[in-house]
């Protein structure tokens, strides 16, 4: 399985945010995209998603399921946590799961990340730490072949890294692809780096 | 179908937990209703009369409360996303979600209804058909709302705007709604033929409101 991206370009507002960018992601792989505040990470992630549309470029998985878009295959963990706080811990995670089409025991998946202790606690009681552990509960939870993830390490204590470094370094050994946006060094091992703006 | 039974779940949930608009809207309605009696005086002729109305309104104006929030809520906590890479059509996802809506405030305005319609001077046939034509309606008052929603999404506060938007659509229904009402308890018109008209209007509603909103929420993704 092979993501391919090639001369990509993005518009958001009238403001050129993204062109001429091309990259592959290949199973087992993970790609890092760093760069400065703005320059159009998040964007890249979205565009891949399918959440924001390209104006240029082609974009394809290939080696994917060709009757799904490439956002019904990829995992997208954003800023934004879609957790609802009047809901309990299981409830948020048991509803994404099914929603998304997981068939993974709730209980399991949150003790992979460390939250069965306070599995019937509201979310609004969650500290940004735990709610950010509960949203990657939810890559563990339903399988899908590319995470699309966007600052994955923000808000995680030490020990949560390394848990999450984990899940990923497991993800590509079974043939996952991942593609982050970030500012530092996420936990994986020497994972190949796209460089936008600056000094590419 | 699990995933659309979860979000049919999930939203009904929400809902009704702290913080979901279910019990608003029946207690608005309910304090609408009380409050006219005191407004018009003691003429119970008169309440009577106009108490189908005075329903129709009360439940019009309550079923718009909690719609503001009906995908707002989804597009400003990252909900929104998931469900578009969810593989679900959003049409469908909309349209479970605005059933959700009605069943957790538009069906209790259609039950609290008949016994609002005591308040109102109302005879038990009275109060019957005016709970039959709310039955039929309010799930078109949900659809059109849904089109507001959809249409606000991205506004702050679009709350006042979007009551601004969908109250004119709804006038048809309100027509309807109140001359099928009116037809049954003092005639001349057969309440069949007012009361087809609404059901034809609810169906329609409940197909565009459905595309329309998922073309809105698109639109606002971009």
Request: net charge neutral; glycine share 12%.
């Given at each position: 399985?092979?993501?391919l ?7 958001r507002?009238?403001?050129?945010v993204?062109?001429g960018?091309g990259?592959?992601?290949?199973a087992g792989?993970?790609?890092v995209?760093?760069?400065?505040n ?6 890249l ?28 295959q990829?995992?997208y ?6 957790l609802?706080?009047?809901?309990t811990?299981?409830e ?33 009681y ?33 020990n ?16 996952g692809l991942?593609?982050?946006?970030a ?18 | ?8 779940v ?18 608005f ?6 409050l ?11 309440l ?9 309104l ?5 079923s718009?409360?909690a719609?503001?929030r ?12 998931l ?17 959700a809506?009605w069943l ?5 305005l ?14 038990p ?22 089109i507001?929603?959809a ?14 938007l969908?109250?004119?659509l ?14 049954a ?12 008209i609404?059901c ?8 565009a ?14």
């Amino acid at each position: 399985m092979r993501l391919l991206g090639s001369d990509l370009g993005c518009i958001r507002g009238g403001r050129t945010v993204l062109s001429g960018l091309g990259f592959t992601v290949s199973a087992g792989e993970a790609l890092v995209v760093l760069g400065p505040n703005g320059v159009g990470k998040s964007t890249l992630l979205r565009l891949v998603a399918g959440l924001v549309r390209r104006s240029k470029g082609e974009l394809s998985l290939e080696g994917g399921d060709s009757e799904l878009s490439i956002g019904e295959q990829a995992h997208y963990l954003g800023h934004l946590d879609a957790l609802k706080p009047s809901l309990t811990v299981r409830e948020n995670l048991t509803f994404w799961s099914r929603y998304l089409g997981g068939s993974a025991e709730p209980q399991v998946v949150l003790a992979a990340v460390g939250l069965d202790g306070i599995a019937e606690l509201p979310a609004a009681y969650l500290s940004a730490g735990q709610r950010r552990r509960l949203s990657v509960a939810r890559l563990l939870a339903v399988r899908r072949p590319l995470w699309l993830l966007d600052e994955p390490t923000s808000a995680l204590d030490t020990n949560a890294q390394t848990a999450l470094a984990g899940f990923m370094a497991d993800h590509l050994a079974g043939g996952g692809l991942i593609l982050a946006a970030a500012h530092g060094p996420i936990g994986l091992r020497a994972p190949r780096e796209l460089r936008l703006g600056g000094s590419s | 179908m699990t995933a659309l039974i979860a979000l049919l779940v999930r939203d009904m949930r929400l809902a009704i937990r702290v913080g979901g608009g279910a019990p608003i809207g029946v207690l608005f309605f309910l304090i609408v209703v009380t409050l006219t009696p005191f407004a018009i005086g003691p003429d119970l002729a008169l309440l009577a009369r106009i108490g189908p109305a005075i329903l129709w309104l009360g439940a019009l104006l309550a079923s718009l409360l909690a719609l503001d929030r009906l995908v707002a809520a989804d597009l400003e906590d990252g909900s929104l996303d998931l469900i578009l890479t969810a593989g679900v059509p959003l049409e469908l996802a909309v349209a479970v979600k605005a059933v959700a809506h009605w069943l957790t405030t538009g069906l209790p305005l259609v039950v609290a209804a008949p016994l609002l319609g005591l308040l109102l001077n109302l005879d038990p046939a009275a109060t019957g058909a005016v709970a039959l034509t709310l039955l039929a309606g309010t799930p078109a008052l949900t659809f059109i709302g849904l089109i507001g929603a959809a249409v606000t999404v991205t506004l702050r506060r679009g709350g006042l705007l979007l009551a601004i938007l969908v109250l004119p659509l709804t006038i048809p229904v309100l027509i309807f709604g109140v001359a099928a009402a009116n037809a049954a308890i003092v005639g001349p018109m057969p309440f069949a033929t007012p009361f087809t008209i609404l059901c034809g209007i609810a169906l329609l509603s409940i197909v565009a409101g459905t595309f329309a909103a998922a073309a809105a929420l698109r639109h606002a993704m971009e």
